[in-house]
């Protein structure tokens, strides 16, 4: 687990390698999360990404929101993501301290918190709940989408933990949901993306499968507990 603030700001680029897994997983979410966004809200959101690296995830609404923002504690990061022009405000957090929160709660908020929980210490998880839920001070407010790319009950999480691999094996359900609950947020659903692991799409003689049979299993709203990557959805309670 990493424990450098600034290191759990993932940079986005190798996400984004054309025909590798992690491109795969990409390309699902932003197709659920577009159909999930014009679904879920009446009118478009305010967006507001927490620890948004480049701003892959804003790129991925890009069209459907009223606004968006993007928050990282590295000044390269947002220059970079303000080089490919990355259609959003972007705005430096700082590792302790205040942190921004809404001005208008009469306009919805969309919170969406990616590839940060798994590799952040306890104290960076809690940052990031601490700004969804400044954000969100309210049922009403908007919706929190948060990523868990390791979860602990998938395939690799099962794999790593039996052999004894104990440092990074995994995020577990339980552990989502006891952050949520401690930031007053109720967990609404949640949409798996992959159920296979890298080493599948490497495989030479079926490799040309994977992604279509992974792409369809993982969608499965009853595999979606044992999905490698899967997404979280929650609101405030009150």
């Known amino acids: 687990m990493r424990t450098n603030y600034t ?16 491109a795969h997983v990409g390309a699902r979410q932003r197709e659920w999360l577009r159909a999930f966004t014009e679904a879920a809200f009446a009118w478009p959101p305010v967006h507001h990404d927490f620890a948004c690296g480049t701003g892959r995830v804003l ?21 970079e993501a303000r080089e490919i022009g990355v259609p959003a405000d972007l705005h430096v957090v700082r590792a302790t301290g205040p942190l921004p929160s809404t001005m208008d709660i009469d306009v919805p908020a969309l919170v969406t918190v990616f590839r940060l929980l798994l590799d952040a210490p306890p104290e ?8 969804a839920a400044g ?43 006891e952050l ?21 799409y490497r495989v030479a003689p079926v490799r040309w499968l994977v992604p279509g ?16 990557d899967l997404l979280y959805v929650a609101r405030r309670r009150h």
């Open 7 to 22: 290191e759990a700001f993932r940079d986005d680029r190798e996400l984004g390698a054309p025909r590798t897994f992690s």
């Open 59 to 79: 790129r991925m609404l890009d069209g459907l929101t009223s606004a968006a923002h993007g928050y990282d504690i590295s000044e390269a990061k947002l220059a």
């Open 124 to 131: 960076l998880r809690e940052r990031a709940m601490e700004f």
């Open 135 to 177: 954000m969100l001070p309210t049922s009403d407010s908007g919706l929190l989408v948060v990523e868990n790319h390791g979860n602990a009950s998938s395939l690799r999480g099962i794999g790593r933990s039996a052999g004894g691999v104990e440092d990074g094996a995994g995020l577990s359900h339980d552990e989502v949901g």
């Open 180 to 200: 949520f609950d401690r930031w007053g947020f109720e967990l609404l659903t949640r949409q798996g993306f992959s159920l296979l692991t890298q080493g599948f």
């Open 213 to 228: 049979l992974d792409s369809w299993a993982s969608r499965r709203s009853f595999l979606a507990g044992r999905a490698t």
